[in-house]
C-alpha cells in the first residue's frame, strides 16, 4: 500500500473508473451537447409544435380525408354518343346553277356538301334558246369559262359582253372557285346521307338510279326536292331555303324519326313545293 494514500484524504477514495473495469457494468450513456434529455418532459410535449415519435416506433401514417382513396372500379363509363355530321348532295340538271348555288352556300355555312347533275351532258345558254352551249360531264369549270369568255364578241352598244349579261360567266367563275368540273349523279360512287333535288325530273332520276344499284350496303338515304326554276335569282332565294333545311337536319338527332316535322316547318317558312322519298345504297 502507498503510503501516501493513507496521509492524503484524496488518495483514500477508490478511482471509481477502475471499479467499473473491475466490476464488469457498462458506462453511462453521455448525452450530446444540445440534444433534449429522452424521455422528454411534460412541458416540452406541451410547447413542441411537432409530433414526437419514440425511436423505437415507426411514424403512424396520416387517417386524413385526402389520404382515404377507394379502390378503383372496373366499371368504365359509358363513352358519349358519336353522332357524325351529315352529308348532303345538292342535285339539278347539270350542276351549274342551281345545285352549285346550294352547294356554295352550305360549304361557306360549314356543312359537308358535294353537288351533282342528272342530265346527260351539260347544257349552257348559247347564242339563242335552240343552241345552247354543251359539254360533257368532267369538263373543268375554267376550261368552260375561258372558252365563252373568248368566242362571246362585245356589243357595239354596250360595254358588258352577252354572256356577262345574262350572269352565265359570274356563275362559271364562281363554280370554278368551289371545285374542278360538274360532276354526273349516274357516275358518282359517294355515298351522301341527305340528297336534295332541285327539281322533279332530278328527284325521279336519283330515285330511279338509286332503285337500280340494287342497295347492296343497305345504307339508307332521305331524297328531298325542293322546286327551284332555273335562274339566277330562284337560285338565290332556295340557296336561303336549303341553308335552313340543313341546319334542322343536322342539329336533329333521330332524322328518321323528325324528317316529318322538319319538312312541314321547311314548308311553312318556304314557298317551294316538297317532296320526300327514303332510298337506299
Known amino acids: 500500500m502507498d503510503p501516501r494514500r493513507a496521509r492524503d484524504p484524496r488518495l483514500a ?62 366499371v368504365m363509363p359509358s363513352p358519349s354518343a358519336y353522332k357524325p355530321r351529315t352529308l348532303f348532295c345538292v342535285v339539278c340538271a347539270s350542276n351549274q346553277n342551281r345545285s352549285m348555288e346550294g352547294h356554295h352556300v352550305l360549304q361557306k355555312a360549314g356543312y359537308r ?99 337500280g344499284r340494287g342497295g347492296e350496303f343497305n345504307k339508307p338515304v332521305h331524297v328531298i326536292n325542293i322546286e327551284i326554276k332555273d335562274n339566277h335569282e330562284e337560285a338565290l332565294i332556295a340557296g336561303k331555303a336549303m341553308l335552313d333545311l340543313a341546319g334542322a337536319i343536322e342539329a336533329s338527332q333521330d332524322l328518321d324519326e323528325d324528317i316529318d316535322r322538319i319538312l312541314q316547318a321547311q314548308q311553312e317558312r318556304h314557298p317551294h313545293s316538297i317532296l320526300h322519298s327514303v332510298a337506299f345504297y
Open 113 to 211: 356538301v358535294i353537288s351533282c347533275g342528272t342530265g346527260s351532258a351539260v347544257r349552257l345558254p348559247g347564242p339563242s334558246i335552240d343552241k345552247p352551249n354543251i359539254y360533257p360531264f368532267g369538263t373543268p369549270y375554267n376550261t368552260i369559262y375561258e372558252e365563252l369568255h373568248a368566242k362571246d364578241p362585245r356589243l357595239n352598244w354596250s360595254f358588258f359582253s352577252r354572256y356577262t349579261a345574262n350572269g352565265l360567266l359570274q356563275m362559271l367563275d364562281r363554280n370554278r372557285k368551289i371545285k374542278l368540273a360538274p360532276e354526273r349523279w349516274q357516275e358518282s360512287r359517294t355515298v351522301a346521307d341527305v340528297v336534295i333535288t332541285c327539281e322533279e325530273r332530278c328527284f325521279d332520276a336519283v330515285c330511279d338510279d338509286l332503285l
Open 13 to 74: 477514495r477508490a478511482d471509481p473508473r477502475l471499479q467499473r473495469l473491475t466490476s464488469g457494468s457498462p458506462a453511462p450513456p453521455q448525452q450530446a451537447q444540445g440534444s433534449a434529455p429522452w424521455p422528454p418532459t411534460d412541458a416540452q410535449l406541451l410547447t413542441s409544435s411537432q409530433p414526437v415519435v419514440h425511436p423505437s416506433q415507426p411514424p403512424v401514417p396520416s387517417t386524413s380525408s385526402s389520404s382515404m382513396v377507394p379502390p378503383s372500379s372496373n
